[in-house]
């Protein structure tokens, strides 16, 4: 009998347990429902999991600036880039992260990274124009933007033909 309990109790913990991929993807469907915080909760449980798991780290670090935190937001960016210097969204993010923060520089130079690693990254593209229009460099605001615009990026318009004219 003492057996047959713990085979079940055991067999009740691998159904129950999930791996750090479910948690991540959990975590996806709660940030989508605007569940923060349940988002949250998720990505740390799959990065305590997977310490390198750079994606969970570059999302938590995005739910972190929803939620406006943006210290936390920030050091995960950069550990999520630390394990994986690939993630052109992630650059891309803390680029936007760092025009927020009015580090105009900090903010190009990891939106030119996003757009290295993927040419075509058109809110890459679109979010370096804002750090140059805050330069007060609007020739090359502009020129980026048309460039976001003609990649298909429809909140280049707005800006094209409020500030571009």
């Known amino acids: 009998m003492k057996i047959l309990l713990l085979l079940l109790f055991i067999l009740n913990l691998s159904v129950f347990s999930q791996t750090a991929d479910e948690h991540y993807n959990y975590a996806l469907v709660k940030f ?9 909760i998720q ?33 995960d960016f950069d550990k999520a880039l630390e394990l994986n210097p690939a993630l052109h969204t992630i650059y891309n993010n803390r680029g ?10 900090l903010a190009i130079q990891d939106l030119e990274k996003a757009i290295s690693i ?36 429809t909140k280049a318009f707005k800006n094209i033909n409020e500030k571009c004219r």
């Open 96 to 105: 936007y992260l760092n025009i927020l923060r009015n580090n105009y520089d």
């Open 32 to 40: 989508f429902e605007e569940d923060y915080y349940g988002a949250m």
């Open 43 to 75: 990505l740390s449980k799959a990065i305590e999991m997977k310490p390198d798991f750079a994606e969970a780290y570059g999302n938590r670090g995005f739910v972190y600036f929803n939620i406006g935190d943006t210290v936390k937001a920030l050091n």
């Open 118 to 153: 993927k040419p075509d990254f058109a809110e890459a593209i679109y979010n370096q124009g804002l750090a140059y229009y805050e330069l007060k460099q609007l020739d090359k605001a502009c020129e980026l933007w048309y460039q976001a615009g003609d990649l298909g990026y």
